[in-house]
């Protein structure tokens, strides 16, 4: 770090902090480009306008956001087809390190048992935005019992659900007794893996009535609990503004950024609320104060006028 010792001695002083954690400070405010040299005093350093320091460090985090999310959605396709084929290959049956799950009181019956011998943590994502009545009341005794032995739960549902009272309510409720929920715009398939060694998966999230694998192979076990975490660094925890993220200047919050790159990409309205996990009704209001933000009389001339603004 440049600059003499004596004005680093008398900052230090200053600020009562020792000279080795100052120099540090100063690193990272130059990492952050928050700090530049001084072109009038060589050596020296100024500080940038904070409009100017900011906005950089916005525009840094936007990308790293959008790398992380491009990264998410490759991971959930693979994992997807890495699923659908190793369940196929399996027989109905248990056998060996997996076994195919086939209606809804054999998937309980197995959670029930899973839940019960749970030691240390529960990763769940649960896709669709508002959970059946049906859904959370099977899951709450299981949870409860859970927490109560002071087992981790961390829980990801979509943005979407935090419009459903009875789904809100049930995740306060998970947080006040110790468990943790984060929500995002999109999520993969649903999945749970139990003490990171049992993982239980749609065999094909977009027909669930072909019931669910459960697997202890480790070649699977491993890549869901990879994109867990991945989805889980860029999901929002629940007491937190699910919109943070638009700027000052006008920006998008994630959800309004994954729905217009939806429809851009060519998804039907239908198409685009499925995957958010909204009605149609929904994706088309949202559409429609995009478009009025945008000063767009169609949705072509808001998706040109988005990315020319960098939204896309």
Not at 13 to 40: K, N, Q, T
Not at 113 to 141: K, V
């Amino acid at each position: 770090m440049n600059g003499s010792p004596d004005s680093l001695d008398e900052l230090a002083g200053r600020l009562g902090i020792a000279e080795v954690r100052l120099r540090e400070c100063l690193d990272d405010l130059v990492d952050l480009e928050l700090l530049r040299p001084s072109r009038d005093s060589p050596g020296m350093l100024r500080a940038v306008s904070p409009e100017t320091g900011f906005e950089a460090i916005l525009r840094r985090q936007e990308v790293e956001l959008l790398r992380r999310q491009q990264e998410l959605a490759h991971s959930k396709e693979a994992v997807a087809r890495t699923v659908a084929a190793y369940a196929a290959d399996r027989p109905a049956s248990g056998a060996g390190d997996a076994e195919r799950l086939i209606g809804l009181d054999a998937i309980q019956s197995r959670l029930e048992r899973l839940s019960r011998d749970l030691t240390e943590e529960c990763c769940s994502i649960e896709p669709g935005g508002a959970q059946s009545q049906a859904s959370l009341d099977a899951a709450r005794p299981l949870d409860e019992r859970a927490l109560a032995r002071g087992v981790s739960l961390r829980t990801i549902y979509q943005d979407s659900a935090r419009n459903d009272p009875a789904t809100f309510a049930y995740a306060r409720w998970h947080t006040e007794n110790g468990g943790q929920i984060r929500t995002c715009p999109e999520t993969p398939p649903r999945m749970l893996v139990f003490d990171g060694r049992i993982a239980v998966v749609p065999i094909d999230p977009a027909n669930t009535r072909l019931g669910a694998l459960c697997t202890s192979a480790p070649g699977i076990v491993a890549p869901l609990l990879a994109l867990f975490e991945q989805t889980w660094e860029v999901a929002v925890p629940l007491g937190a503004d699910h919109r943070a993220g638009r700027d000052d200047a006008g920006g998008l919050s994630p959800a309004e950024q994954s729905l217009l790159k939806l429809l851009a990409g060519g998804l039907t309205d239908e198409a685009a609320g499925k995957r958010l996990g909204v009605s149609v009704r929904t994706v088309r209001r949202q559409m429609a104060a995009l478009m009025e933000r945008l000063e767009a009389a169609s949705r072509f001339e808001a998706g040109l006028k988005a990315a020319q603004r960098g939204w896309l």
